[in-house]
């Protein structure tokens, strides 16, 4: 694969693959595996959700002599994948994300307060600034401890995250070889995340759990204090390297996310200023009356739309792989996929598919205008995934990118500076989407 000699970023090589025909599905090679790539919507819509049961897990692995990596609910399978689910889904509910929304906006503020300080430069790295911000909302939330991004550059946490996702051969290999490669990662015992890594975070959480369980001190509105409920029941099922593995989880999913989520679309902003006026003029109408808060954040159809069309553009994974459990025929075809075969799914593809998405390569917040519309006949539009595996953590994702971006825009113009890439080319060393050479931004203060 062209991934592999660098000349390709994963997400475009399987993105050319599903734009080399027009057949629902097509049978092609990772490294020497056989695999089926899915391109009809109505087949994907019955592989995520209609037909689950026999496609529940991912193809991922994790080698099982590293627990802290094992242990995420990202790489578990079957029934022990349910009962963490199912532990997991309460730190996500309404009341929770209502009650973290004031956390976040506290972020905020110090994320606004960092940029006045350095806007008098002629660009600004928003990659960074916007990771700063996502690890700080990630430490506080999920670790209950404050990460101090925008007061050091060489604050423990963000270190973390450059370790994490640095463009690097090795992290390449750790990245892709957990998806494509599960021999080579058993044999060598590869985790995705570096040992000394996961231990540090690990030992964090450790002496914030154990911290909390001395002062009886709960504050209710974090995942620690989720996690030490779940510890607490003793028909959880869960132990106590279970529970903390999903709390790693959560900071190394979380903070790149939120982080490139809400980087792009401060980049799509930049080079569409229209669509950021139009964008600031709503922000501004509801928050001269109601404030920044999870409430009025509802409210912003225009965000909403933006952010939508940003995950269409930007989604986190360029693909979605699912592992058959049973012989399967493909519904309308004489087509059976075998036991223990992969299927993959483009994102890119079907995200970049202009039967779908008119233009796809512009910046159009107005095809989410009607939500309701979308996937309808099937999944075509899938940034976080669907079915019953869907990312757990989407809606706090999607509420921690919206306020960061309503407070900047409340505060700052956006503008290109002499170093912004247009287009904008994808870092091939990459597993996620990233740019190849960061977004190096102008922001003017209003």
């Known amino acids: 694969m062209k991934s592999m000699t660098l000349q390709k970023s994963i997400g475009d090589v399987i993105k050319e693959l599903y734009n080399s025909t027009d057949e629902d599905y097509m049978g092609i090679f990772i490294i020497d595996k056989p695999v089926l790539l899915i391109r009809s919507p109505k087949l994907v819509k019955d592989i995520l959700l209609k037909d689950f049961a026999t496609f529940p897990d991912r193809c991922v692995v994790s080698p099982e002599s590293k627990p802290l990596a094992s242990n995420m609910m990202f790489f578990k399978k079957g029934p022990m994948w349910k009962a963490i689910r199912s532990k997991m889904t309460p730190v996500f509910t309404s009341g929770k994300l209502k009650a973290m929304s004031t956390l976040i906006a506290k972020e905020a503020e110090q994320l606004n307060e960092y940029i006045g300080k350095h806007c008098n430069k002629p660009n600004l790295e928003a990659k960074e600034i916007c990771a700063k911000y996502s690890t700080n909302v990630i430490a506080i939330c999920a670790f209950g401890v404050s990460a101090k991004c925008f007061e050091s550059e060489d604050a423990e946490f963000r270190n973390f995250g450059r370790r994490i996702f640095e463009f690097s051969v090795a992290n390449m290999i750790r990245h892709i070889g957990c998806f494509f490669t599960p021999n080579i990662i ?69 903070f790149e996310t939120v982080s490139g989520v809400l980087s792009f679309a401060l980049y799509e902003l930049c080079i569409n200023p229209d669509i950021q006026e139009k964008l600031r003029q709503e922000i501004q ?162």
Request: a neutral charge; one cysteine or more; charged letters at 25%.
């Open 186 to 254: 058993k044999l060598f015992q590869i985790s995705f995340v570096k040992d000394e890594i996961l231990n540090r975070l690990g030992d964090i959480f450790t002496e914030v759990l154990h911290f909390r369980k001395q002062q009886n001190q709960l504050k209710g509105n974090d995942l620690v204090d989720i996690l030490l409920d779940v510890m607490r029941r003793e028909d959880s099922g869960l132990n106590n390297d279970i529970i903390i593995s999903q709390a790693i989880q959560f900071f190394v999913a979380g």
């Open 285 to 446: 109408e509801i928050t001269e009356k109601q404030g920044l808060t999870y409430d009025s954040i509802q409210e912003m159809k225009y965000l909403d739309m933006c952010v939508s069309e940003t995950l269409r553009k930007y989604p986190v994974l360029p693909f979605l792989d699912r592992v058959c459990n049973s012989n399967y025929k493909l519904e309308g075809t004489d087509h059976v996929i075998e036991k223990g075969q992969s299927v993959y799914i483009s994102m890119f593809g079907l995200h970049y598919d202009p039967k779908y998405f008119p233009e796809p390569h512009k910046f159009l917040p107005d095809r989410f205008r009607d939500k309701n519309s979308i996937n309808q006949d099937g999944f075509y539009y899938i940034p976080f995934g669907e079915g019953p595996r869907i990312c757990i953590g989407n809606r706090f994702g999607l509420m921690t990118v919206k306020i960061g971006l309503a407070s900047i825009l409340t505060k700052y113009r956006l503008c290109r500076s002499s170093k912004t890439p247009v287009p904008i080319r994808f870092q091939v060393k990459s597993l996620i989407v990233q740019s190849d050479v960061g977004i190096p931004l102008k922001f003017e203060p209003l």
